[in-house]
């Protein structure tokens, strides 16, 4: 009686070691067909159900119809940026010939009325281009051709720069813009949010009455560096402080004035893709307050 339940304990330990084995040769092959799958290099091989388990059978489906999107995504995204390539160099030439054109005009002995009709021309034309720059600029975001490179450097610069390309903006409208010191220093894509923060000076520039001031500083947090552009304009209403940063959204007291409505859905998309956020503090008749957060590591 002892031999046969040694017999039977010695069958069971056995039975249960090549149970084991196989579990942990199908784990490995789990393994395998994942780490493949990660890295790019999975192929489908040849299975049956002696060998591998139906549960392989369909990760392998599986694994094939995510490659294939994959594919499908690269190359939809390689469409999208010849697309885009072809809009900005088709149009870059007709635009230019166009403001050309105008240019010349305005030179030439023009009544009042013909002077007015080609200076319409050139601005509507300047218009279209900034538009069709802006709207490749957002598109090549949104589909991921362009990338973010993030690095940490000093603020200073940023806002030198974004000074004094609305410089001559603000002398002409008699607006005040001024930049506090900084040696704060923060992690961020240069030339990506050197554009962000300019949409948001040249809106605020924009909307601030002759007289007023827009004035730029940082605040240093635990984890963040705050950039902060402060105005004299007309205030947002609490209603539509969401929906500034949708894409072409204008509030309603500054519909009357030029502008797409673009650039703080820019703004947004740009800070997002660097780990950052951007967040507005107004009321109306009291000016506003854009806060630019970039991550400090």
């Known amino acids: 009686m002892e031999r046969v339940l040694l017999l039977a304990a010695l069958l069971s330990l056995g039975f249960g070691g090549v149970q084991w084995y196989a579990r942990r040769r199908d784990l490995r092959r789990l393994d395998e067909m994942l780490t493949s799958a990660i890295n790019g290099s999975f192929q489908e091989g040849s299975f049956d159900e002696s060998a591998v388990s139906a549960l392989e059978v369909k990760m392998a489906r599986f694994l094939n119809g995510s490659a294939a999107s994959t594919r499908n995504l690269a190359e939809e995204r390689a ?3 010849s697309l885009l390539a072809d809009i900005s160099h088709q149009t870059k030439t007709p635009i230019s010939n166009i403001l050309l054109y105008a240019s010349l005009l305005a030179e030439e002995p023009l009544t009042p009325e013909q002077a007015e009709q080609v200076s319409m021309v050139k601005a509507q034309s300047e218009k279209l281009s900034f538009l069709i720059q802006t709207l490749v600029r957002a598109s090549r975001l949104e589909t991921g051709i362009f990338t973010m490179s993030p690095t940490v450097q000093p603020l200073s610069p940023l ?3 974004a000074v004094l390309q609305a410089k001559r903006q603000a002398l002409d409208k008699g607006v005040a813009l001024a930049a506090a010191p900084t040696e704060a220093s923060a992690c961020f ?3 990506w949010t050197a554009e962000a ?6 809106n605020a520039v924009k909307y601030t009455p002759p007289g007023g001031s827009v004035r730029l500083s940082v605040r240093e947090f635990e984890l963040f560096c705050a950039v902060e552009v402060s105005d004299d304009g007309p205030g947002i209403p609490e209603e539509e402080q969401a929906a500034i940063f949708k894409r072409f959204y204008r509030g309603k007291a500054v519909r009357q004035q030029e502008g797409l409505g673009i650039g703080l859905y820019l703004t947004r998309e740009i800070l997002q893709r660097e780990g950052g956020y951007v967040k507005v503090h107004s009321r109306p008749e009291q000016g506003s307050r854009f806060s630019l957060y970039l991550p400090r590591k």
Request: proline share 7%; aromatic share 6%.
């Open 189 to 191: 894509d240069p030339k």
């Open 197 to 202: 923060l300019y949409n948001v000076v040249d």
């Open 159 to 161: 806002l030198d720069g």
């Open 79 to 81: 469409a999208i940026q």
